[in-house]
């Protein structure tokens, strides 16, 4: 092999590579930098509510519970269960944002399924299954729209995004971390499919299908 042929070869090749990794980049296969939001001149928003008197604010206890949550791994898949909650090693998007709830005191389980009860027409349910619909995306964007404080959806307003707020997309919701990208837009705890390395990533860049964002308390 000549010196050109071989010289054109390793480029080829360490083009690729660069392709390779800025995709494994891109789809958080590899970690991203994070910073904190002191970095950015943010302060840390501490809730004035402890619900289960734990001796935590509620925004912080909704963050760490979130991810205490999903430091157990828990597998993607979608089942019912008879008890509501998961009991086992599976789970979805919308467990993610239950187990965080659930860990400062409040049970979407039972508050969901109280609003719904309450305001049929609202929910468009036919058949009301409280073990379940807590689970659901849409159910849950109606539920922190009517019970929570709502706010920006432009992720550039980076001030008003904090660790243990919920986003909501078209189908997908998670918990806003408290980690930060470079630019100051926040990660997200979340659990959006099988293939899916870690639960604390920098997705909200590559969504355009925020529908809301919610504080509870």
Not at 27 to 52: C, E, K, W
Request: charged share 20%; aromatic share 12%.
């Amino acid at each position: 092999m000549n010196r050109k042929r071989k010289s054109i070869l390793l480029a080829m090749a360490a083009i690729s590579a660069a392709a390779i990794i800025a995709l494994l980049y891109h789809f958080n296969y590899l970690p991203h930098p994070r910073y904190s939001g002191q970095a950015f001149g943010i302060d840390t928003y501490v809730s004035t509510v402890d619900m289960d008197v734990d001796g935590i604010d509620d925004q912080s206890d909704i963050l760490l519970s979130a991810r205490e949550y999903v430091s157990q791994r828990p597998r993607y898949k979608s089942v019912y269960y008879g008890s509501g909650y998961p009991d086992d090693q599976y789970g979805v998007c919308t467990d993610v944002v239950a187990f965080g709830a659930l860990g400062a005191g409040y049970d979407l389980m039972e508050l969901v399924n109280e609003d719904i009860v309450s305001h049929p027409d609202i929910y468009d349910i036919e058949i009301i299954d409280k073990n379940i619909d807590f689970r659901r995306v849409g159910n849950l964007n109606i539920y922190f729209n009517r019970n929570s404080l709502s706010l920006t959806t432009d992720i550039n307003q980076i001030g008003q995004w904090q660790g243990g707020d919920i986003v909501v997309f078209s189908d997908h919701i998670g918990i806003v971390s408290d980690n930060r990208n470079r630019r100051g837009i926040p990660f997200v705890i979340h659990h959006a499919h099988p293939m899916q390395l870690f639960y604390e990533e920098d997705i909200l860049e590559s969504h355009d299908d925020i529908i809301g964002h919610y504080r509870l308390s």
